[in-house]
C-alpha cells in the first residue's frame, strides 16, 4: 500500500507525535531527492519535523496572550505549561529511557530549595538561583542515576528507591534548621526579568512558556540524536544494546541527570511563582505523581507527549472542578483514575491513539 | 542534646515499643510479600487500602458500636473479597506483560482511594477510645499501652496462621506451586489466575486484620498509608522477596529501627532510618538478609 | 584473532565451561558444537564480556580483554549475536540495524550505513517494519545486520541458522562465507551440520563444558567420542551396526 504522501501530515503535529512510527509506505519507493529508500529519508527527517512542530507550537503560544485576556485564561495556560516541563523533564528518564521514577521531587525540591537558600541566606539574585538550582538538580541526578544504575536496579525496584529518595530528602528538609524545616521558606518579592518574578501574568506566563519549549527541545533532541539511539536501545534490549558496544550505566545515568536538570527548573519555577516552598510541597509524592502522570496521558517516549498530557489533564481538572465544586481531593482521585484507564485501555498515550486509528484505518483497506 | 543516660534508661522500652510496632509491619508486609512472592508484582496500593480497612474499623466502631477486634469477622472477608475483585477486574487487565504496568495502576488505585478518603474523611487524624485503650501493661521493666501488645500478640497469631494456612491446605499448596512455577502450575490444571485472585485476596486479608489490631493502638489519617507502604516495603526487601520468615524477621526489625532512629536522631529525623535501610538494601543486598541471589 | 587459554566457570557445583583451550586464525571460520547444555552459550558469554570467567584467559587480536565489560569488548571489535534473537522491540528494523552502527558514526551516517548493511542481509524492503513484526528469518538476519553493522573484526554468530528452514539456510549461508570474504573472522555455535560441514574451516566440540574434539568438520564428524556425545554412550556403535 502507498498511501499518498499528504494522508501523513493532515497537521504537522500528528506526524511528530507519531515520528516514533515508520512511515507508513513500502520503503522500496525512493525519495526522488535523495535517491535514498523513504524509510531512511524519513528517519533523517525527524529533527527537522521536530524543530518545526516546536516551532509552531512555540509561535502560537507566544502570541496566545493577545487573545488570552483574563488572568484566568492566562493561568490556566501557565500551569499547563509548567505541568509541561516536570512531564518532559520526566519523560526523558522514564519515556525514551523507559526507567520510571516515581521520585522525580528530589530534583523538584532540590531546585527549588538551592534556590531559596541562595536568595534569602546569600542574597543572590533569582537567575543565580535557577543556575544553581538547576546544577543541584543535574549533579544529583547523576549521581541518584550513579548509584541505582551502577547496583543493577531496574523496573520496580528503581521506582521504589526513588520514592524512598524523595522521603530522605522530605524528611531531611523537614529536620534541617536552614531549609526552615517544617515551616518551609519564603522568598522575598522582587519583581523583574533578572529576579524571575514579574507584576503581570503575562511574565510567568513567559517564563513557563520558556522553560517548557526548552524541556520539550530537549526532548526532541533525545528523540533523534545518536545519544536518545542507545538510549532507546537500552530500554527495549539492554543485553542487546551492550552486545553492540553501548555502555547502558552510562547512558541511563547522563539521562537521569538531564532529567533532572529539566526537573529542578521545574521546582525554581515553582518557588518563583508561588514564593513559599516547603518539604511536603515540594519533596512530597504529589510531584512526582504529576512528572510521570503527563507523559503517561500524553504518549511516552514522544515528543509532545508530556505537551499533550499536561494540557489533556489540565482540561480535565478544569471540566471536573466546574462540574463537582472546589474540591481538590476529588480532582487528584480522577488524576488516579485516569492513570488506572490509561495504563489499561491506552498505555500508547493519547498520542498514540491516532496511530492505533490509522492502524486500524490501514488494516481494513488490505482486507 | 539527649543525655546519655536518659538514652540509657529509655532504649529497653523504645526496643519493646519497636518490636511490637514491628509485629504489626510484619503482617502487613507479609500480605506484600505474598502477593509478590505469588504474582510478582508490587503493590502500590497496599498502604492505602490498609488505610480503607482502618476506616472501616473505625466507621464499625462509631457507627454500629463494633468493638475493633470483634470487627475481625467483617473485616477480614470484606478485604479479601475487595482483594480478589481488584486483582480480577482492575489490576490484572492492566498488566499487558509489564511489571511497570501493575506498579503504575496500584499508584493509580493508591491515588483513587486516599484522596477519596480525603473527600469523604476529611484530612484530619482519628482515633478511638475504648473501655482498654489507657491500660497499661509491664513487659520486662517496660511499661506498654494494653493495644499494643494486643495487637503484637494478634499479629503474630495472624502470621502463624497463615503460614499453616499456606503449608497443609490445598489452596496453599496451589499457591505455593504458581509461586514457584506459574507455567508448570497451569499445564497441570491449576487455575492460574484464581490463584492469583486468590493470592491477592489473601495478602488483603492481612491487611484487613492488621488493621483490626492496630487501630486500637494507633489513629487513622488519609495519608496513614504513605508512612506503611515504605515500611512494608522496607520489610520485604529487608526479609528477601517473597520469604515468609524473612518478612516476620524483618518486620520486628524495622520496628526497632524505626523505635531506636526516633529515640536517638528525634521523632522528625527518626523516620530516616528506615528509608536508608532500605535504599542500602535494595542497592546491595536486592535478595534481602534470608532470600536466596537471583 | 581469539585466544582462549583454559577458561572456566562454575554456577555452583556445576563446570559450565570446564578449562576450555582454543585459538581461531584470523579470517577463517570456526564452529563450536556440541549437544544441548554443553555450555557453547555460555562460553560466547564469557568471551564476549557478558559473563566474568572463574579463570583463564581470552585474548583477543593480542590484546588481554579477560574480565572486560560487554560494551568495551563489542568496541574492540569482538561481537555477538544472540541465540534468542534480542531485537529493539518497538523499533523499526532500520533503527535497529542502525543503533549497531553508531558507534563510529554520527547518527545521520548510522542511518544510511544501516540502510546498506539491510540490503546487505536482504531486509532492504523490510526497513521501515517494526522488528518484532518480522518472521524468525528475518529476525535472524536482522541480528546478524546488526551486528555487522557495528563492523567486526570478529563476529561470534550464537545459532542464526537454528529454526530456518532449509531454503533459508541456503540463502543464509552464502552470506556468512560473504562477512568472512569481507574480511571478519566469525565463530559461530550451530547445530545445522550442513553449515558447519561446507562453512567452518575449523570446528571444536563441546560436551559437559569440555572440549572433547578439535580439528576439521570431516575428521570430528567422524569423531567416535563425538557421536557418543550427540547421541548417547553406544550409539557409534549402534550406528555402525545399523548401516
Same mark, same amino acid.
Given at each position: 500500500?502507498?498511501?499518498?504522501?499528504?494522508?501523513?501530515?493532515?497537521?504537522?503535529?500528528?506526524?511528530?507525535?507519531? +515520528?516514533?512510527?515508520?512511515?507508513?509506505?513500502?520503503?522500496?519507493?525512493?525519495?526522488?531527492?535523495?535517491?535514498?529508500?523513504?524509510?531512511?529519508t524519513?528517519?533523517?527527517?525527524?529533527?527537522?519535523?521536530?524543530?518545526?512542530?516546536?516551532?509552531?507550537?512555540?509561535?502560537?503560544?507566544?502570541?496566545?496572550?493577545?487573545?488570552?485576556?483574563?488572568?484566568?485564561q492566562?493561568?490556566?495556560v501557565?500551569?499547563?505549561?509548567?505541568?509541561?516541563?516536570?512531564?518532559?523533564?520526566?519523560?526523558?528518564?522514564?519515556?525514551?529511557?523507559?526507567? $520510571?521514577?516515581?521520585?522525580?521531587?528530589?530534583?523538584?525540591?532540590?531546585?527549588?530549595?538551592?534556590?531559596?537558600?541562595?536568595?534569602?541566606?546569600?542574597?543572590?539574585?533569582?537567575?543565580?538561583?535557577?543556575?544553581?538550582?538547576?546544577?543541584?538538580?543535574?549533579?544529583?541526578?547523576?549521581?541518584?542515576?550513579?548509584?541505582?544504575?551502577?547496583?543493577?536496579?531496574?523496573?520496580? $525496584?528503581?521506582a521504589l528507591?526513588?520514592?524512598?529518595?524523595?522521603?530522605?530528602?522530605?524528611?531531611?528538609?523537614? !529536620?534541617?534548621?536552614?531549609?526552615?524545616?517544617?515551616?518551609?521558606?519564603?522568598?522575598?518579592?522582587?519583581?523583574?526579568?533578572?529576579?524571575?518574578?514579574?507584576?503581570?501574568?503575562?511574565?510567568?506566563?513567559?517564563?513557563?512558556?520558556?522553560?517548557?519549549?526548552?524541556?520539550?527541545?530537549?526532548?526532541?533532541?533525545?528523540?533523534?540524536?545518536?545519544?536518545?539511539?542507545?538510549?532507546?536501545?537500552?530500554?527495549?534490549?539492554e543485553?542487546?544494546?551492550r552486545?553492540?558496544?553501548?555502555?547502558?550505566?552510562?547512558?541511563?545515568?547522563? &539521562?537521569?541527570?538531564?532529567?533532572?536538570?529539566?526537573?529542578?527548573?521545574?521546582?525554581?519555577? $515553582?518557588?518563583?511563582?508561588?514564593?513559599?516552598?516547603?518539604?511536603?510541597?515540594?519533596?512530597?509524592?504529589?510531584?512526582?505523581v504529576?512528572?510521570?502522570?503527563?507523559?503517561?496521558?500524553?504518549?511516552?517516549?514522544?515528543?509532545?507527549?508530556?505537551?499533550?498530557?499536561?494540557?489533556?489533564?489540565?482540561?480535565?481538572?478544569?471540566?471536573?472542578?466546574?462540574?463537582?465544586?472546589?474540591?481538590?481531593?476529588?480532582?487528584?482521585?480522577?488524576?488516579?483514575?485516569?492513570?488506572?484507564?490509561?495504563?489499561?485501555?491506552?498505555?500508547?498515550?493519547?498520542?498514540?491513539?491516532?496511530?492505533?486509528?490509522?492502524?486500524?484505518?490501514r488494516? %481494513?483497506?488490505?482486507? | 542534646?539527649?543525655?546519655?543516660?536518659?538514652?540509657?534508661?529509655?532504649?529497653?522500652?523504645?526496643?519493646?515499643?519497636?518490636?511490637?510496632?514491628?509485629?504489626?509491619?510484619?503482617?502487613?508486609?507479609?500480605?506484600?510479600?505474598?502477593?509478590?512472592g505469588?504474582?510478582?508484582?508490587?503493590?502500590? &496500593?497496599?498502604?492505602?487500602?490498609?488505610?480503607?480497612?482502618?476506616?472501616?474499623?473505625?466507621?464499625?466502631?462509631?457507627?454500629?458500636?463494633?468493638?475493633p477486634?470483634?470487627?475481625?469477622?467483617?473485616?477480614?472477608p470484606?478485604?479479601?473479597?475487595?482483594?480478589?475483585?481488584?486483582?480480577?477486574?482492575?489490576?490484572?487487565?492492566?498488566?499487558?506483560?509489564?511489571?511497570?504496568?501493575?506498579?503504575l495502576?496500584?499508584?493509580?488505585?493508591?491515588?483513587?482511594?486516599?484522596?477519596?478518603?480525603?473527600?469523604?474523611?476529611?484530612? +484530619?487524624?482519628?482515633?478511638?477510645?475504648?473501655?482498654?485503650?489507657?491500660?497499661?501493661?509491664?513487659?520486662?521493666?517496660?511499661?506498654?499501652?494494653?493495644?499494643?501488645?494486643? &495487637?503484637?500478640?494478634?499479629?503474630?497469631? !495472624?502470621?502463624?496462621?497463615?503460614?499453616?494456612?499456606?503449608?497443609?491446605?490445598?489452596?496453599?499448596?496451589?499457591?505455593?506451586?504458581?509461586?514457584?512455577?506459574?507455567?508448570?502450575?497451569?499445564?497441570?490444571?491449576?487455575?492460574?489466575e484464581?490463584?492469583?485472585?486468590?493470592?491477592?485476596?489473601?495478602?488483603?486479608?492481612?491487611?484487613?486484620?492488621?488493621?483490626?489490631?492496630?487501630?486500637?493502638?494507633?489513629?487513622?489519617?488519609?495519608?496513614?498509608?504513605?508512612?506503611?507502604?515504605?515500611?512494608?516495603f522496607?520489610?520485604?526487601?529487608?526479609?528477601?522477596?517473597?520469604?515468609?520468615?524473612?518478612?516476620?524477621? %524483618?518486620?520486628?526489625?524495622v520496628?526497632?529501627?524505626?523505635?531506636?532512629?526516633?529515640?536517638?536522631?528525634?521523632?522528625?529525623?527518626?523516620?530516616?532510618?528506615?528509608?536508608?535501610?532500605?535504599?542500602?538494601?535494595?542497592?546491595?543486598?536486592?535478595?534481602?538478609?534470608?532470600?536466596?541471589?537471583? | 584473532?581469539?585466544?582462549?587459554?583454559?577458561l572456566?566457570?562454575?554456577?555452583?557445583?556445576?563446570?559450565?565451561?570446564?578449562?576450555?583451550?582454543?585459538?581461531?586464525?584470523?579470517?577463517?571460520?570456526?564452529?563450536?558444537?556440541?549437544?544441548?547444555?554443553?555450555?557453547?552459550?555460555?562460553?560466547?558469554?564469557?568471551?564476549?564480556?557478558?559473563?566474568r570467567? +572463574?579463570?583463564?584467559?581470552?585474548?583477543?587480536?593480542?590484546? +588481554?580483554?579477560?574480565?572486560?565489560? &560487554?560494551?568495551?569488548?563489542?568496541?574492540?571489535?569482538?561481537?555477538?549475536?544472540?541465540?534468542?534473537?534480542?531485537?529493539?522491540?518497538?523499533?523499526?528494523?532500520?533503527?535497529?540495524?542502525?543503533? %549497531?552502527?553508531q558507534?563510529?558514526?554520527?547518527?545521520?551516517?548510522?542511518?544510511?550505513?544501516?540502510?546498506?548493511?539491510?540490503?546487505?542481509?536482504?531486509?532492504?524492503?523490510?526497513?521501515?517494519?517494526?522488528?518484532?513484526?518480522?518472521?524468525?528469518?528475518?529476525?535472524?538476519?536482522?541480528?546478524?545486520?546488526?551486528?555487522?553493522?557495528?563492523?567486526?573484526?570478529?563476529?561470534?554468530?550464537?545459532?542464526?541458522?537454528?529454526?530456518?528452514?532449509?531454503?533459508?539456510?541456503?540463502?543464509?549461508l552464502?552470506?556468512?562465507?560473504?562477512?568472512?570474504?569481507?574480511?571478519?573472522?566469525?565463530?559461530?555455535?550451530?547445530?545445522?551440520?550442513?553449515?558447519?560441514?561446507?562453512?567452518?574451516?575449523?570446528?571444536?566440540?563441546?560436551?559437559?563444558?569440555?572440549?572433547?574434539?578439535?580439528?576439521?568438520?570431516?575428521?570430528?564428524?567422524?569423531?567416535?567420542?563425538?557421536?557418543?556425545?550427540?547421541?548417547?554412550?553406544?550409539?557409534?556403535?549402534?550406528?555402525?551396526?545399523?548401516?
Amino acid at each position: 500500500m502507498h498511501p499518498p504522501q499528504s494522508n501523513r501530515s493532515v497537521t504537522g503535529m500528528a506526524s511528530s507525535i507519531e +515520528d516514533s512510527a515508520p512511515p507508513g509506505r513500502g520503503s522500496f519507493s525512493r525519495s526522488a531527492r535523495s535517491g535514498q529508500p523513504a524509510a531512511v529519508t524519513h528517519l533523517l527527517g525527524g529533527t527537522m519535523r521536530s524543530v518545526r512542530v516546536l516551532g509552531a507550537i512555540g509561535i502560537v503560544l507566544a502570541l496566545a496572550p493577545l487573545v488570552l485576556h483574563s488572568d484566568f485564561q492566562l493561568t490556566f495556560v501557565t500551569l499547563a505549561l509548567y505541568s509541561t516541563l516536570l512531564g518532559a523533564a520526566w519523560n526523558i528518564l522514564g519515556g525514551f529511557g523507559g526507567q $520510571y521514577s516515581f521520585g522525580h521531587a528530589v530534583f523538584f525540591g532540590l531546585g527549588a530549595y538551592v534556590a531559596a537558600m541562595l536568595q534569602v541566606h546569600a542574597g543572590v539574585p533569582a537567575w543565580i538561583g535557577l543556575v544553581a538550582g538547576v546544577a543541584a538538580g543535574a549533579a544529583a541526578g547523576a549521581a541518584l542515576g550513579a548509584i541505582s544504575f551502577r547496583y543493577g536496579l531496574r523496573g520496580s $525496584y528503581f521506582a521504589l528507591v526513588t520514592l524512598a529518595m524523595a522521603e530522605v530528602f522530605r524528611i531531611v528538609a523537614n !529536620s534541617v534548621p536552614f531549609t526552615g524545616a517544617g515551616v518551609g521558606m519564603m522568598i522575598e518579592l522582587r519583581t523583574g526579568l533578572a529576579d524571575l518574578q514579574f507584576e503581570s501574568r503575562r511574565g510567568y506566563y513567559y517564563l513557563a512558556l520558556v522553560l517548557a519549549l526548552v524541556a520539550l527541545a530537549v526532548g526532541s533532541w533525545v528523540r533523534h540524536s545518536r545519544f536518545g539511539a542507545a538510549l532507546a536501545a537500552v530500554r527495549d534490549n539492554e543485553d542487546a544494546a551492550r552486545a553492540l558496544g553501548i555502555d547502558a550505566t552510562r547512558v541511563k545515568v547522563a &539521562a537521569t541527570a538531564l532529567s533532572g536538570t529539566l526537573m529542578a527548573a521545574g521546582g525554581v519555577f $515553582y518557588l518563583q511563582y508561588f514564593h513559599y516552598i516547603d518539604p511536603s510541597l515540594v519533596f512530597g509524592p504529589s510531584v512526582s505523581v504529576e512528572a510521570l502522570l503527563g507523559p503517561i496521558v500524553g504518549g511516552l517516549g514522544t515528543v509532545l507527549g508530556p505537551l499533550i498530557g499536561a494540557f489533556a489533564l489540565a482540561l480535565v481538572s478544569q471540566i471536573a472542578t466546574h462540574l463537582l465544586g472546589e474540591a481538590p481531593a476529588l480532582s487528584m482521585a480522577l488524576y488516579g483514575l485516569i492513570l488506572i484507564v490509561m495504563v489499561t485501555f491506552l498505555p500508547r498515550g493519547i498520542g498514540g491513539l491516532g496511530k492505533l486509528v490509522r492502524l486500524r484505518a490501514r488494516r %481494513g483497506r488490505d482486507a | 542534646m539527649i543525655d546519655g543516660a536518659l538514652i540509657g534508661a529509655a532504649l529497653w522500652p523504645a526496643l519493646v515499643n519497636g518490636l511490637t510496632m514491628g509485629a504489626i509491619y510484619a503482617l502487613i508486609a507479609l500480605g506484600l510479600t505474598l502477593i509478590y512472592g505469588v504474582l510478582h508484582i508490587i503493590n502500590f &496500593a497496599h498502604g492505602s487500602l490498609l488505610m480503607v480497612a482502618l476506616y472501616a474499623v473505625l466507621v464499625l466502631f462509631e457507627r454500629l458500636g463494633l468493638d475493633p477486634y470483634a470487627a475481625l469477622v467483617v473485616l477480614v472477608p470484606g478485604m479479601f473479597a475487595l482483594g480478589y475483585a481488584l486483582q480480577r477486574f482492575v489490576i490484572n487487565p492492566a498488566r499487558h506483560g509489564r511489571d511497570e504496568n501493575t506498579l503504575l495502576v496500584t499508584l493509580g488505585l493508591s491515588i483513587v482511594i486516599e484522596n477519596l478518603a480525603s473527600h469523604f474523611f476529611k484530612t +484530619d487524624t482519628r482515633q478511638i477510645e475504648t473501655a482498654y485503650t489507657f491500660m497499661m501493661v509491664d513487659v520486662a521493666g517496660a511499661t506498654i499501652a494494653m493495644p499494643r501488645l494486643l &495487637a503484637c500478640v494478634g499479629a503474630l497469631v !495472624s502470621c502463624l496462621v497463615l503460614a499453616v494456612l499456606m503449608r497443609y491446605t490445598d489452596l496453599g499448596r496451589a499457591i505455593r506451586a504458581v509461586a514457584r512455577e506459574a507455567q508448570g502450575a497451569r499445564v497441570v490444571g491449576i487455575d492460574v489466575e484464581h490463584v492469583f485472585a486468590m493470592s491477592f485476596a489473601i495478602g488483603l486479608a492481612c491487611l484487613g486484620a492488621a488493621a483490626c489490631f492496630l487501630l486500637p493502638a494507633y489513629y487513622v489519617s488519609p495519608q496513614v498509608g504513605h508512612g506503611f507502604v515504605l515500611v512494608a516495603f522496607t520489610v520485604v526487601v529487608l526479609g528477601g522477596m517473597g520469604s515468609f520468615t524473612g518478612s516476620l524477621v %524483618g518486620g520486628l526489625l524495622v520496628g526497632v529501627i524505626e523505635s531506636l532512629g526516633g529515640l536517638l536522631l528525634g521523632e522528625s529525623l527518626g523516620q530516616i532510618g528506615v528509608f536508608v535501610v532500605f535504599i542500602a538494601i535494595l542497592l546491595l543486598r536486592p535478595s534481602g538478609l534470608f532470600g536466596h541471589k537471583a | 584473532m581469539l585466544e582462549l587459554t583454559r577458561l572456566s566457570k562454575r554456577f555452583g557445583g556445576l563446570a559450565a565451561v570446564d578449562s576450555v583451550s582454543l585459538v581461531l586464525e584470523e579470517g577463517r571460520i570456526g564452529a563450536l558444537i556440541g549437544p544441548n547444555g554443553a555450555g557453547k552459550t555460555t562460553c560466547f558469554a564469557l568471551i564476549s564480556g557478558f559473563i566474568r570467567p +572463574d579463570e583463564g584467559r581470552v585474548v583477543f587480536a593480542g590484546r +588481554d580483554i579477560t574480565g572486560w565489560p &560487554a560494551h568495551q569488548v563489542s568496541r574492540e571489535g569482538l561481537v555477538r549475536t544472540f541465540q534468542i534473537v534480542q531485537p529493539f522491540t518497538g523499533q523499526s528494523v532500520l533503527e535497529n540495524i542502525a543503533v %549497531g552502527a553508531q558507534r563510529k558514526r554520527s547518527r545521520a551516517a548510522a542511518i544510511a550505513f544501516a540502510a546498506e548493511v539491510a540490503a546487505r542481509v536482504g531486509l532492504g524492503d523490510q526497513l521501515d517494519k517494526p522488528a518484532e513484526s518480522l518472521p524468525i528469518a528475518g529476525r535472524k538476519r536482522l541480528e546478524l545486520a546488526r551486528a555487522l553493522a557495528a563492523e567486526p573484526r570478529l563476529l561470534l554468530l550464537d545459532e542464526v541458522l537454528a529454526g530456518l528452514n532449509p531454503a533459508e539456510v541456503a540463502e543464509v549461508l552464502p552470506l556468512i562465507e560473504s562477512i568472512r570474504a569481507a574480511g571478519t573472522t566469525v565463530l559461530m555455535i550451530e547445530h545445522v551440520m550442513q553449515a558447519v560441514m561446507s562453512l567452518a574451516d575449523d570446528v571444536w566440540v563441546l560436551a559437559h563444558g569440555s572440549l572433547i574434539a578439535t580439528g576439521t568438520p570431516e575428521s570430528v564428524t567422524r569423531d567416535p567420542a563425538v557421536i557418543e556425545a550427540y547421541l548417547g554412550h553406544g550409539a557409534a556403535a549402534r550406528l555402525a551396526g545399523a548401516t
